[in-house]
């Protein structure tokens, strides 16, 4: 399994701004996807993150409000911008490791973000 | 996915009793399956896997069911311990054409350990 990192964990930020998230996995993985999780709910995906193109997003979510980065195997940003209280959840990265059974994800500790 | 907002099903378990916990897929065409468990806190943790040329694989203390017939999952978990506590999630993988693969999400279990 890979070791996923993020930043910050938590986070409580003002309506109408920006917070921006960085995931961080200490080996070269092939697939980086972005998931919400609202409170006392499950995971929903948010986008497939790809290096060398842009992110593929789920019906729902749009590239305006949630923009992505995947500058190298290693590393990804999610955006959540213009924020309101309905974006309060914990936002997840989960990485497809390069080796090994390419199926199975492995998540980071996931950022709890509270907009006011 | 649907989900049942703040009031996840739970269950309780004495402690070292065996745990079984379920879950309905939607997809026949999903073709891998796996469980993950997620502490207060914490992102969900890769517990066990099995495809869909099997019905049962058992790891340590756990073991996972599939029935195909009626899209059905099940995590047992032998002689639960109070670190058992959490909310177990099933995901399904269902492939899509050109390769792509998509993995959905159940709505979680809580699981409460009585000591």
């Known amino acids: 399994s890979a070791v996923i990192s993020q930043k910050p964990s938590r986070d409580i930020c003002q309506r109408g701004t920006s917070l921006t998230i960085q995931c961080q996995v200490d080996?070269?993985?092939?697939?980086m996807f972005w998931y919400r999780q609202q409170p006392g709910q499950s995971l929903t995906l948010i986008a497939t993150a790809n290096q060398g193109s842009e992110a593929t997003y789920e019906s729902g979510f749009v590239i305006d409000k949630f923009p992505i980065s995947r500058p190298n195997l290693t590393f990804s940003t999610l955006t959540v911008s213009n924020m309101s209280p309905e974006d309060s959840s914990i936002y997840l990265c989960?990485?497809?490791?390069?080796?090994?059974?390419?199926?199975?994800?492995?998540f980071g500790p996931g950022t709890r973000l509270t907009v006011l | 996915g649907e989900s049942v907002g703040l009031h996840l099903p739970t269950l309780s378990v004495q402690e070292g009793d065996n745990s079984i916990i379920n879950c309905a897929y939607s997809?026949?065409?999903?073709?891998?399956f796996i469980w993950y468990k997620q502490e207060s806190g914490k992102g969900p943790q890769f517990i066990i896997d099995?495809?869909?040329?099997?019905d049962k694989r058992q790891g340590q203390r756990v073991t996972v069911l599939l029935n195909k017939t009626v899209k059905h999952l099940s995590l047992q978990i032998a002689a639960t311990q109070p670190g058992d506590s959490a909310v177990y999630f099933c995901a399904e993988n269902t492939p899509f054409s050109g390769g792509y693969q998509k993995v959905t999400f159940g709505i979680g279990t809580k699981l409460q350990v009585i000591p």
């Open positions: 080996s070269q993985v092939t697939m």
């Open positions: 099995i495809r869909s040329n099997m």
């Open positions: 997809n026949s065409a999903s073709d891998y």
């Open positions: 989960s990485v497809e490791p390069a080796r090994g059974n390419t199926d199975t994800q492995y």
